[in-house]
């Protein structure tokens, strides 16, 4: 069964850093891209960043650029969104998000969330 | 960017009847479009992907259809369990990833 799992968020002040983890089972880590996607409270989803199979490419979204960086470790079957700078629109449940293996990018299977909130 | 709009943003129907959600890119996507149903409180679940194909697990009632800039998501016999929020998504070549609005299927 495919599973991918999201930890670290939290409160944060804002300015203040959190990093998010992902550890994923149930498949073969190493054979897709990966992304991050968010959903601000009562709001839509808003794609964040990408990581390719072997981490040789990545994309942020303009809202994140030069603040977020994305990772993973195919060794140990996970993703990682190191946040920087945070601001109050950071705040949102981000998901970790699987593309599928063939190529065309779709999004088929998701985490669970873990909220972030940055507040004073 | 390549924007997304979805149509309606709300929409309000009947157990049984035929639903259709319109998604318009701001330039051609060929066929890369992706279609996610969201319940509250859960993650997004993909549906349609490529335009028309449908997910492993997702009932018939569900379609998909359309190239270039439109496309349709339709439901052809909405059942109580598909009121919820949907969602378009584009992935054309590279990120970034852009997705509709949003359109909230309620009951009438």
């Known amino acids: 069964e495919v599973q991918l799992a999201e930890s670290g968020g939290g409160l944060v002040k804002p300015g203040g850093s959190l990093r998010l983890s992902c550890k994923i089972s149930g498949f073969t880590f190493r054979d897709h891209n990966m992304n991050w996607v968010r959903q601000a409270p009562g709001k839509g989803l808003e794609w964040v960043s990408s990581i390719t199979s072997s981490g040789s490419y990545i994309y942020y979204a303009d809202s994140v650029k030069g603040r977020f960086t994305i990772s993973r470790d195919n060794a140990k079957n996970s993703l990682y969104l190191q946040m920087n700078s945070l601001r109050a629109e950071d705040t949102a449940v981000y998901y970790c998000?699987?593309?599928?293996?063939?190529?065309?990018?779709?999004?088929?299977?998701w985490g669970q969330g873990t909220l972030v909130t940055v507040s004073s | 960017d390549i924007q997304m709009t979805q149509s309606p943003s709300f929409l309000s129907a009947s157990v049984g009847d035929r639903v259709t959600i319109t998604c318009r890119a701001s330039?051609?996507?060929?066929?890369?479009l992706n279609w996610y149903q969201q319940k509250p409180g859960k993650a997004p679940k993909l549906l349609i992907y490529?335009?028309?194909n449908l997910q492993s697990g997702v009932p018939s009632r569900f379609s998909g259809s359309g190239s270039g800039t439109d496309f349709t998501l339709t439901i052809s016999s909405l059942q109580p369990e598909d009121f919820a929020t949907y969602y378009c998504q584009q992935s054309y070549a590279t990120p970034p990833w852009t997705f509709g609005q949003g359109t909230k299927v309620e009951i009438k």
């Open positions: 998000a699987r593309e599928g293996a063939y190529g065309d990018s779709e999004i088929d299977y």
């Open positions: 490529v335009a028309s």
């Open positions: 330039q051609s996507i060929s066929r890369y």
